[in-house]
């Protein structure tokens, strides 16, 4: 079974510019879920989809992130402007039915702002 | 607020000895407490996870136990191997109103050969 796909693995930007993150859902997974992990510490959430709905956002800085998720399966995460206090691991997680059960990582994108 | 607390920060044994980690919750409301493996520069890997009508749970070398009381878990580790060497994460659910896991802030375990 394919694990979860994340693309960009690395990126690098200077502030005030805009990035995108793109993720790939273990197949029939119909949560999934963003999270921001600074070096030296764990994960955080940012946002939480149930297939197309979002359940759970309340951690999303909205004045510059946003997120979706298309036809319940991939979906992006876009930074627009970035801060310097954005450089962090960018990972994606999608589980297999509700509730935060059984949440299965990808590799994550590595963003540094300059 | 919701809260993870995990200790020790950092952990070395000798290879064949056993590895205790720590965590303490704050949400009494909490159900849910997996314990994830982080290798350097990959997502990290669930690895064992209790629900909280469950006081204890075993896989081969790993093993977990819950003290909904005094509102604490700890993962167990025995026999380490130096493939054991990452950092671990706890984490716990939120309310249960909500999906989210809360996760402590790691221990990077170092396995001695």
Do not use: M
């Not at chain 1, 990126?11 to 859902?25: L, T």
């Amino acid at each position: 079974e394919a694990g979860v796909a994340q693309s960009p693995r690395y990126k690098i930007i200077e502030k005030r510019q805009s990035v995108a993150f793109w993720c790939n859902p273990i197949s029939g997974h119909a949560t999934l879920y963003w999270y921001q992990q600074i070096l030296g510490q764990g994960p955080k959430l940012l946002i939480q989809f149930q297939n197309n709905g979002v359940v759970d956002d309340s951690q999303l800085p909205k004045d510059r992130f946003s997120a979706e998720r298309l036809k319940g399966v991939d979906s992006t995460l876009k930074i627009q402007p970035a801060k310097l206090e954005d450089s962090a691991v960018y990972l994606c997680a999608t589980g297999p039915g509700t509730g935060p059960y059984e949440q299965y990582f990808g590799p994550g994108t590595r963003l540094t702002v300059t | 607020g919701e809260n993870v607390e995990q200790h020790p920060s950092t952990l070395s044994v000798q290879e064949g000895d056993s590895a205790v980690i720590k965590c303490t919750y704050s949400d009494s409301a909490s159900n849910y407490f997996p314990w994830y493996k982080q290798e350097l520069g990959k997502g990290p890997q669930l690895i064992i996870d209790i629900r909280s009508n469950v006081g204890e749970k075993k896989d081969q070398r790993i093993a977990v136990t819950l003290n909904k009381t005094a509102k604490h878990f700890s993962l167990h580790i025995t026999e380490t191997q130096p493939e054991d060497s990452a950092v671990y994460f706890c984490a716990a659910s939120g309310s249960q109103s909500s999906y989210k896991l809360i996760f402590g802030s790691g221990t990077r375990l170092l396995v001695r050969p």
